[in-house]
């Protein structure tokens, strides 16, 4: 299937970078997210309150392997891929369903925006997003399409970066503050001199009970939430141990010192984990 186009009057830097992107080392990096959307899905499958089926619509799809494993449930009929950048949708998303054997047949893939989606009201049983959310201006407005688009009983799964509730927002603006790694520049073809923030990237740092607060407001009924850490690799668990009881981190964060080996892991999780929200439109 072609790529379909909307129009879009959005730009970031985090969207340029996108379009951008090294193609090896985008492909290695999203490869490494299967096994862990993969058990993700396969255990909410076992709730039968909020079971993926019918009809979705990935948001912010990225490199699309989300989709790819949801295009091999039986129960999954069609799903949409909302993404913004051209690139990833045209180029690598094309090779990340031939990796992972996706069901072709059922995706259909949109270049358009997350926070305007040109559906009516009620037309998906289910929506997903991997870690878009946290890149939008107004996270409120993603959330609320979703909600939209949504049939009566439909389920909004949140796959999502958060920091902890005690984080005070002087912590959250210093950590946005820091510059992007080596590692990070290369896969989005950025000079490995540039200086970049994250907040130039396009992050926002959200507080768990700060989703929970928009999830509830826009009117969905938050049915799990599930805090996890989504790189389980040992090797960076016992650097991250080592990092904090050295005090070694401290110093890597604070003079930004992005060129030391896992500069980017340990700016970043040192104060964040990842969670699941499970939510429902009644
Ligand atoms: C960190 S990546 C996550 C990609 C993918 N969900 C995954 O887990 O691999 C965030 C994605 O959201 C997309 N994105 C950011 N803002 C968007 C918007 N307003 N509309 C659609 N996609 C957007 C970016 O282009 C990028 O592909």
Known sequence: MNVIYWEINEHSNN???MENSNLELSIDYALRFV???ESIISKIQFSEECQIKGEGIELGAGFGVMSSVLSKLENVGKITCIEYSKNLLENIMPLIFQRLEANIE??????GSFNHLEFNNN?????IETLAFHHADAPYKPISEAYRVLRRGGVLIMIERAVSNRTTDDTIETSLNTHLGKRHLLRYNFPVDMKITRAEWGEHD???IDWM???NKVGFEVKLFKSFYLKKRILNKLFKSF?????IG???FKKQLTYFPLYDYYSVSRRAGNAIFICKKL
Request: overall charge positive.
């Open 123 to 127: 037309t998906f049983d289910f929506a």
């Open 213 to 215: 607060y928009i999830l």
């Open 250 to 252: 401290d110093l890597i």
């Open 106 to 111: 059922k995706i259909e893939r949109i270049r």
């Open 243 to 247: 990092y904090k009881l050295s005090g």
């Open 35 to 37: 096994k862990t959307y």
């Open 206 to 208: 959200l507080r768990f």
């Open 15 to 17: 969207l340029k970078g």
